[in-house]
T-cell receptor, first 113, second 113 residues
Framework: SQKIEQNSEALNIQEGKTATLTCNYT??????LQWYRQDPGRGPVFLLL?????KEKRKERLKVTFDTTLKQSLFHITASQPADSATYLC????????????FGTGTRLQVTL | DTEVTQTPKHLVMGMTNKKSLKCEQH?????MYWYKQKAKKPPELMFV???????INESVPSRFSPECPNSSLLNLHLHALQPEDSALYLC????????????FGSGTRLTVV
């Protein structure tokens, strides 16, 4: 069966450092890998999408890599700030309208001063 | 308008009650979704609607009944729920092309007593 695992349940880092989160999947060949941020009691907020034929994508302080051979994505937040503290979810989907979006287990990031 | 609006924000219902959750978007998205999220777990897909037709039902018990009256509205009718159905219910929508990710509402916090 399909499995999407994020390596750490929780990650604590110091302000200004780079946070690196990992997403591994099995029994899946997604067309897209997406990253979301979720704050307590709120819905997930879309951050970045990377396609299966892309290796890397950047947006401001965020960088995502996608290795379809390793079946792994890395999500980096550079110059992290306390406001970046949240749960980060990776999610996989295929092409087409109304494609199923399946979430990973999530990593709770805490950025301290 | 770039939001998905869910009402009510909180709902407490007895096991014999009938209630409905409502979701609305005016972004012209033709795919809409219901997810269920338990505490400290990722969102789990329940139903997918594509162009107002149910396209995916993830083997959800019949006490949950979705409805898509038009392209902007999605309802989830609840009847004879169990205490274990207490969770955050999230609605989402997406464009035909997924490059902009999925847009989630803030959810309805449901408690079944």
């Amino acid at each position: 069966s399909q499995k999407i695992e994020q390596n750490s349940e929780a990650l604590n880092i110091q302000e200004g450092k780079t946070a690196t989160l990992t997403c591994n999947y099995t029994n899946y060949s997604p067309a897209y890998l997406q990253w979301y941020r979720q704050d307590p009691g709120r819905g997930p907020v879309f951050l970045l999408l990377i396609r299966e034929n892309e290796k890397e994508k950047r947006k401001e302080r965020l960088k995502v890599t996608f290795d379809t051979t390793l079946k792994q994505s890395l999500f980096h937040i550079t110059a992290s700030q306390p406001a970046d503290s949240a749960t980060y979810l990776c999610a996989l989907s295929n092409t087409g309208t109304a494609s199923k979006l399946t979430f990973g287990t999530g990593t709770r990031l805490q950025v301290t001063l | 308008d770039t939001e998905v609006t869910q009402t009510p924000k909180h709902l407490v219902m007895g096991m014999t009650n009938k209630k409905s959750l409502k979701c609305e978007q005016h972004m012209g998205h033709r795919a809409m979704y219901w997810y269920k999220q338990k505490a400290k777990k990722p969102p789990e897909l329940m139903f997918v609607y594509s162009y107002e037709k149910l396209s995916i039902n993830e083997s959800v018990p019949s006490r949950f009944s979705p409805e898509c009256p038009n392209s902007s509205l999605l309802n989830l009718h609840l009847h004879a729920l169990q205490p274990e159905d207490s969770a955050l219910y999230l609605c989402a929508s997406s464009q035909d092309k997924q490059y902009y990710g999925y847009t989630f509402g803030s959810g309805t916090r449901l408690t079944v007593v």
